[in-house]
Nanobody, 128 residues
Framework: QVQLVESGGGLVQAGGSLRLSCAASGRTFSSYAVGWFRQAPGKEREFVAATGWSGDRRYFANSVKGRCTISRDNIKNLAYLRLNSLKSEDTAVYYC?????????????????????WGQGTQVTVSS
């Protein structure tokens, strides 16, 4: 199994940027695809971004496309999500998740059910 811990959340002014980190342990992180999701109070958890084990395949939700970067450092067992030009609607708890990289993930990278391990989440609050 893989254990994931997010960090880097906080209070940020609108228009600013923030980098979230996800530290992995328990398995070789490079074997997994990684996804980022977010959940605002009273709303369903939604897809933000995902990338495969090599970092070559990258996918983004329309809501963050052009403002978001997903990356990973397999040597350090870390994954990152950077959001620029932050908006109030970006306020949410952000989660990283790991999935087995393969055809199933390629078909369903934006679906929560594809991911086997989840972090505890980190709060991002964007002030207007």
């Amino acid at each position: 199994q893989v254990q994931l811990v997010e960090s880097g959340g906080g209070l940020v002014q609108a228009g600013g940027s923030l980098r979230l980190s996800c530290a992995a342990s328990g398995r070789t992180f490079s074997s997994y695809a990684v996804g980022w999701f977010r959940q605002a109070p009273g709303k369903e958890r939604e897809f933000v971004a995902a990338t495969g084990w090599s970092g070559d395949r990258r996918y983004f939700a329309n809501s963050v496309k052009g403002r978001c970067t997903i990356s990973r450092d397999n040597i350090k067992n870390l994954a990152y999500l950077r959001l620029n030009s932050l908006k109030s609607e970006d306020t949410a708890v952000y989660y990283c998740a790991a999935a087995r990289d393969g055809s199933s993930w390629l078909r369903g990278y934006s679906d929560r059910s594809e991911y086997d391990a989840w972090g505890q989440g980190t709060q991002v609050t964007v002030s207007s």
